[in-house]
């Protein structure tokens, strides 16, 4: 595909293998079977050099950068606050602050600013600096979106634009659309555009808007929040749940069902915002303490069966002071509305 006058070059699964401009600058990916980026080769006038991701499970959140004879460049750890430290040999590293939007904005050697639809990073100093070689950590940074920066310099022109890998596709910050097909059909308002509102909304995995989540059908991995609701306890007909996620906000999830559970607090999900499901849950207990398993499809998209493993916690008088065993399982028709974003 030739795009304002760069080439780019696609495999049989439609992801970006290379691009190259005239003058002898390009760019090449490796993948591997679970299509996360293995090594990058950066060619200009002055020459070529590659570098090795490693990855440390099945996600696609790379933790460390590798030279050609797999000497480790980079080790990035990353807090639960969201900071990221990337350690580049003994005492020697930098620290990235991400702000509420997960963008690494303000590092311990210098700032960052982003546009809604992501960075315009032609300009200098736009993207941080913080992984050896050409692949960083700027916006959308928290999750581990690489960012394709400095493809030729001043010295070795031409530059190519900068691009993002953000799933399954690559996505282009200076015009806030994907170079390939959405592969979910009806997953944006159209198959190459980002979310329309930016700032409430997102598309990591590149396939929908709401289907930012974990998919252990095989779907894109991107880093979750962990989220307080009370559970659906005893309902026939009418349903709802309510919560807080530090991504969402306040939401609200009506629908209309069978379940029969015990009143609860329940971790380790996350809402799917203005997506209409099918859900099916089944969980047990001993006294205070619980798990379970829920699957949930979108209805409206006609995605795969999503599948979430949740604890949760009864704070019940009976279920503290008396130790017995409890189950439950419902089957559930419902919306999610996500009301507030909490910004403190």
Same mark, same amino acid.
């Given at each position: ?11 049989? &699964? ?12 390009? %760019?090449?990916?490796?993948?591997? &079977? !679970?299509? *996360? ?14 570098? *090795? ?19 480790? !460049? ?69 999750? #581990? #979106? ?16 900068? $691009?993002?890998?953000?799933? &399954? *596709? ?19 308002? +159209? ?58 906000? !306040?939401? &609200? %999830? ?7 559970? $015990? ?22 207990? $001993? ?24 604890? +949760?916690?009864?704070?019940? *008088? ?16 419902? #919306?999610?509305?996500?009301?507030? #974003? $909490?910004?403190?």
């Amino acid at each position: 595909m030739l795009l304002q006058g760069e080439t780019h070059t696609y495999d049989y &699964a439609n992801r970006r293998l290379q691009t190259s401009k005239a003058g002898g600058t390009s %760019v090449s990916f490796v993948r591997d &079977a !679970l299509d *996360r980026v293995v090594a990058r080769t950066e060619t200009t006038t002055a020459g070529s050099v590659t570098y *090795r991701y490693g990855y440390p499970g099945a996600g696609d959140s790379s933790s460390m950068t590798l030279s050609t004879s797999n000497v480790v !460049l980079d080790n990035v750890i990353t807090l639960p606050t969201g900071a990221m430290y990337v350690s580049r040999g003994v005492n020697v590293g930098t620290w990235q602050y991400p702000d509420i939007y997960g963008n690494y904005s303000t590092a311990n050697n210098g700032t960052s600013s982003y546009a809604p639809y992501g960075p315009d990073m032609f300009e200098a100093g736009v993207t941080p600096d913080n992984l050896t070689g050409g692949l960083d950590y700027g916006w959308h940074g928290a999750d #581990r #979106r690489f960012t394709d920066t400095r493809v030729g310099t001043a010295a070795n022109p031409p530059k190519l634009r900068p $691009l993002m890998e953000m799933g &399954a *596709r690559t996505y282009d910050p200076s015009t806030g659309r994907f170079l390939q097909m959405d592969p979910v059909e009806g997953g944006n308002q +159209n198959d190459y555009i980002y979310p329309v509102d930016p700032v409430n909304g997102s598309d990591l995995t590149g396939m929908c808007w709401v289907c930012d989540v974990w998919d252990d059908t095989g779907g894109k991995v991107v880093s979750a929040v962990a989220d307080a609701a009370p559970s659906v306890s005893a309902c026939v007909g009418y349903c709802l749940e309510v919560g807080y996620s530090r991504e969402s906000g !306040l939401y &609200a %999830v009506p629908g209309f069902g069978v379940a029969l559970a $015990l009143p609860s607090l329940q971790f380790n999900s996350k809402p799917n915002c203005g997506a209409t499901e099918y859900k099916a849950f089944a969980g047990a207990g $001993l006294g205070p303490i619980g798990g379970g398993i829920s699957y949930t499809r979108n209805k409206d998209i006609g995605s795969k069966w999503k599948r979430t493993v949740y604890r +949760n916690y009864s704070p019940t *008088r009976k279920s503290v002071s008396r130790w017995r065993p409890s189950a439950g399982a419902g089957l559930i028709v419902q #919306r999610t509305w996500c009301h507030l #974003r $909490l910004t403190g």
